[in-house]
């Protein structure tokens, strides 16, 4: 079994200010772990992935997500928020054991402020 | 780039219609999934791919079917909408296991 735990529903960060999503996952097997954003009306987008290769990933648009197996998290983290960041991001995990499945985490709505 | 393309972005159907959403995809992709997106529970996987004619259960089946006789179409099925059915819906592909999923831009339904 798999299940993914999104520890904040909503985080709300200042402009140039650093950005922390956290995310954490539960999985009996090696995990594949990815963080999509959505914008309003839109689909998901890939910002990035980790699958058992480094275990810091860098993303698009300047974000990066650090995989800590003790801790079973993969926060998401961005040194300087951007307007254009404000949008509801998840973490997603998917093992070989869950039957090529991804469980989703249930979002955290970013809000930007000037 | 990949594109999932999915036909309807905005339907309003009446009670008990049959509906059908259609998914695209253009990436010789072998798995092919569709996710409900509601407000507080993310997304959930109703019904998910891994071939042309195979189709596996996800988490929230009921009321749903699918169809795969295409490789590249991937079809969901509301044989009697209902009210709690309203909801978004999202097409996705991916080549295979642990691979980026691709996702189409979702369609919203109403039933009303």
């Known amino acids: 079994a798999q299940s993914v735990t999104q520890l904040d529903s909503h985080v709300s960060v200042s402009e140039g200010t650093p950005v922390l999503l956290r995310c954490n996952y539960s999985?009996?097997?090696?995990?594949?772990l990815f963080w999509y954003v959505q914008h309003p009306n839109k689909g998901l987008q890939l910002l990035l992935k980790?699958?058992?290769?480094?275990?810091l990933v860098k993303g698009i648009n300047g974000f990066e997500a650090e995989f800590k197996k003790s801790e079973t998290s993969f926060h998401l983290t961005k040194p300087s928020a951007h307007m254009s960041d404000a949008a509801e991001y998840f973490c997603v995990v998917s093992t070989t054991g869950g039957g090529n499945k991804l469980t989703f985490g249930t979002g955290t709505q970013l809000k930007v402020e000037l | 780039d990949v594109k999932v393309t999915q036909s309807s972005r905005y339907l309003v159907k009446r009670t008990g219609e049959k509906v059908f959403l259609e998914c695209v995809q253009d990436?010789?992709?072998?798995?092919m999934f569709w996710y409900r997106q509601d407000p507080g529970l993310g997304l959930r996987l109703i019904y998910f791919s891994y071939d042309v004619k195979m189709k596996e259960k996800g988490d929230i089946p009921e009321g749903y079917s699918v169809s795969r006789e295409k490789k590249e179409r991937f079809s969901l099925i509301l044989e009697s909408a209902s009210t709690n059915q309203t909801s978004m819906y999202l097409c996705?592909?991916?080549?295979?296991?642990?691979?980026?999923?691709?996702f189409g831009e979702g369609s919203w339904l109403t039933v009303v």
């Open positions: 980790y699958t058992s290769a480094a275990t």
């Open positions: 999985s009996s097997y090696s995990p594949s």
């Open positions: 990436m010789d992709h072998e798995n």
């Open positions: 996705a592909s991916s080549l295979s296991y642990g691979n980026t999923i691709y």
